[in-house]
């Protein structure tokens, strides 16, 4: 079952945040999240397995919350560089695949 | 370090024509291997997915198969192509523990005209 992302699309000056958030009907195993720049591959971001788990490389992190059915990205003081789709893939405890959201398109202005 | 290929990196083709899109998959063994399909603006949409040689699951029933000849070789194929079978074509590699994250490939753009 496809998670829901949301916002659909946010847009940003250089320097402003944002959350991204990713949330699925049932517990998950994971959450996997990605970022695709236009004509490009998803990139790897990070990933969380525990509930209530928190992690986090230079300025974007990300939450998984106790229940194990949403997820946020957090962008904290945006490059234009953070530009792009993001996507959280999530893992159910029966499978061994990843089911993608709809997306989030960010854009950052300077 | 692993790396996945894939190729062609984009294709013209007619309705009707047949495919073969090709992934592999070096510095790993015994992956877990996925095709995707991305259409303009959307998202990813998983196609198959296969455990190892042999093994194929179907997300989608449509005019497409996939095959698994060899431990890191994944195959999408169609006898017949639709003009909605045009889009970015995405495999990707994970490993074998479940706290493998997955990797993508660098893409294929059809375009079925």
């Known amino acids: 079952q496809q998670p829901v992302q949301s916002p659909q699309a946010v847009i940003l000056r250089e320097g402003e945040d944002a959350v991204i958030n990713c949330s699925s009907s049932?517990?998950?195993?994971?959450v996997h999240w990605y970022r695709q720049k236009h004509g490009e591959a998803p990139v790897f971001l990070m990933i969380?397995?525990?509930?209530?788990e928190q992690k986090g490389h230079d300025k974007i992190s990300a939450s998984f919350n106790e229940k194990k059915q949403q997820s946020s990205l957090y962008l904290t003081a945006s490059q234009l560089s953070y530009s792009g789709t993001y996507f959280c893939g999530t893992e159910t405890y029966d499978t061994d695949k990843l089911i993608f959201g709809t997306g989030t398109r960010l854009q950052v202005f300077p | 370090s692993q790396t996945i290929h894939q190729w062609p990196a984009t294709l013209v083709q007619p309705v009707g024509s047949p495919l073969s899109l090709e992934c592999t998959v070096e510095?790993?063994?015994?992956?877990?291997l996925y095709w995707y399909r991305q259409a303009a603006g959307r998202g990813l949409q998983l196609l198959f997915y296969s455990v190892g040689i042999g093994q194929i699951s179907s997300e989608v029933p449509q005019n497409l198969s996939a095959s698994r000849p060899q431990d890191r070789q994944f195959i999408l194929s169609s006898k017949k192509l639709l003009l909605s079978d045009s889009g970015f074509y995405l495999c990707?590699?994970?490993?074998?523990?479940?706290?493998?994250?997955?990797?993508f490939g660098p893409g294929t753009r059809l375009t079925v005209l």
């Open positions: 510095g790993t063994s015994n992956p877990n």
């Open positions: 990707a590699w994970r490993g074998g523990t479940s706290t493998d994250t997955q990797y």
């Open positions: 049932k517990a998950l195993y994971s």
């Open positions: 969380l397995l525990k509930g209530g």
